[in-house]
């Protein structure tokens, strides 16, 4: 059953959707298809089990107005309304107004107090998301969430309070700062202060992938970037960060099929 303050979807927002498709597809073998919904090009991602994530064309109006590429991510609440006006009045603020998707659901657009953007929403079935794989690992599914902010004690405050999570454990990055993990039932991902090379504070979603290496190449050939070379992480796999031809960040984990 998904609970209020879980991550429940997750979506790319870019202005050229049949590029940022075959990337993707390309990377995660992620298979996208359309949504259907009329107006707008929204397309569904499916993964190994089932539906991840959405894929949203910027048009002209949503540039202008100074949507870019990104990647955003979705939480469940009890009440889109009182949360968003909660969230505004603890610093934070609401970018789009509470509005309803018919058949799917109700959300918002908001912004922590530093600044990252996300989503709440609120389903119009109460069936559970597995986009994170909180249970289990799964192949292209959402792995770890994780913040970069310009304040973690205030961050944490902020979101404990929203979304009763928790802090459960750290790791010291030396002259990175503290990396705090963040529990809500399970341990779902962390926080930690940005790096000046962050333009802004941020989410940024790893994905599950087989082989780290072979989507290293992937994102090469087609036309991406990554950043850095493959880190290992604790427990033995490795996690390496991007950036899609169409700018966005993102990111990947997985282990290193040579090495396992």
Known sequence: MTKHGDFIWYELMTPDADAASRFYQDV????????G????????VTASA???????????AMIAEGAHAAWLGYLAVDDVDASAASIEGAGGRIIVPPSDIPDVGRFAMVADPQGAPFYIMRGAADEASNAFAAEQPLIGHCAWNELATTDPDAAKAFYGAQFGWVKDGELQMG??????????????GAVFPKVP????????????????DRAVEAVTTSGGRVLGDPVEIPGGEFAVNGMDPQGAAFAFVGPRAAEG
């Open 175 to 188: 002259d990175h700062g503290t990396y705090e993990f963040l529990r809500h039932e399970t341990v779902f």
């Open 50 to 60: 089932g539906q991840v994530a959405g894929i949203l064309a910027l048009d002209a």
């Open 197 to 212: 090379e962050q333009p802004v504070p941020c989410w940024t979603f790893y994905f599950r992938v087989a082989d780290v």
């Open 37 to 44: 919904q009329p107006g707008m090009d929204y397309r569904l």
């Open 28 to 35: 995660f073998d992620w298979r996208v298809s359309p949504s």
